[in-house]
């Protein structure tokens, strides 16, 4: 059985990771700073160039197992070719955002809004949706429904890794993850800022800046997900400490615009 404890934890994943950005939208629109334009186009950036863009170049490059490449066994190898897609894609999509689709809107304020749209819609699709299949499957074991149905269509080995993956879950963990996409949130709204800060400065090499940035936020949690650190705190630490200092680097880069 699925603890009740368990699946509180799911439920406040799903809480933070949908009701964290509606709460910042009303922040921010009560402040004045809140633009809803760059604020949708950072979600069609995010789901154009992380979503659809890198899966395509994932097909081509990473095996089915999604834990290495196809043409080299080097752990080390996949992190990098992850972490720099990572990167590369985002970065540049932001600068495309900004460049070719938001000419007049350039000011601090459409820079926020842009990095909520496009942390946002990452919360609600990874964080948000994950919790949702977490808690049904967690109802599904604990009904007796998860044996009769989707073991059915499964390999049994992966069937039973979906159903023991649950059955150890703590409710920190789901706390841990919800948490995880208010500091991603804070990060992609200080690197679409950075973006922007470049285009407005007319310095290309602050998008390299994100790029870098954003590569070395995710290599500790690439290296978690390859089992090379095998402790989650870690991972979580090092983004609750990008998203502090996101937090106040776009505190004080509001006189820059």
């Not at 070719?81 to 990167?87: I, M, P, Q």
């Not at 949702?132 to 499964?154: H, K, R």
């Not at 690439?222 to 650190?229: F, K, R």
Request: aromatic residues 14%; without cysteine; neutral net charge.
């Amino acid at each position: 059985m699925v603890s009740s404890l368990s699946i509180t934890g799911m439920v406040i994943q799903l809480s933070i990771s949908i009701l964290f950005p509606i709460g910042l939208i009303i922040f921010l629109r009560k402040k004045g700073l809140f633009s809803w334009k760059p604020f949708g186009i950072g979600v069609l950036v995010f789901i154009l160039f992380a979503q659809v863009f890198e899966k395509i170049l994932h097909v081509v490059m990473i095996e089915p197992s999604g834990l290495s490449l196809k043409w080299s066994d080097s752990t080390y190898l996949f992190v990098l070719y992850a972490v720099l897609a990572a990167g590369i894609f985002e970065e540049f999509g932001r600068y495309f955002g900004f460049k070719w689709l938001l000419k007049k809107h350039r000011e601090y304020k459409d820079g926020l809004s842009f990095g909520l749209g496009h942390g946002g819609i990452e919360a609600v699709l990874i964080g948000g949706l994950a919790a949702v299949n977490a808690i049904v499957i967690a109802f599904m074991i604990n009904s007796g429904a998860f044996d009769q149905t989707i073991a059915l269509n499964l390999p049994a080995e992966q069937a039973n890794l979906i159903k023991e993956q649950l059955l150890g879950a703590t409710f920190g963990e789901f706390l841990l993850a919800g948490f995880e996409r208010v500091a991603a949130i804070t990060v992609h709204i200080a690197l679409s800022l950075l973006v922007l800060l470049g285009i407005h400065n007319k310095r290309f090499v602050y998008v390299l800046y994100a790029v870098l940035l954003h590569a070395l936020l995710d290599v500790v949690p690439a290296l978690y997900q390859v089992g090379v650190i095998t402790n989650i705190w870690v991972a979580e630490v090092v983004i609750y400490l990008f998203g502090i200092g996101a937090f106040f680097f776009i505190r004080n880069l509001k006189e820059q615009f």
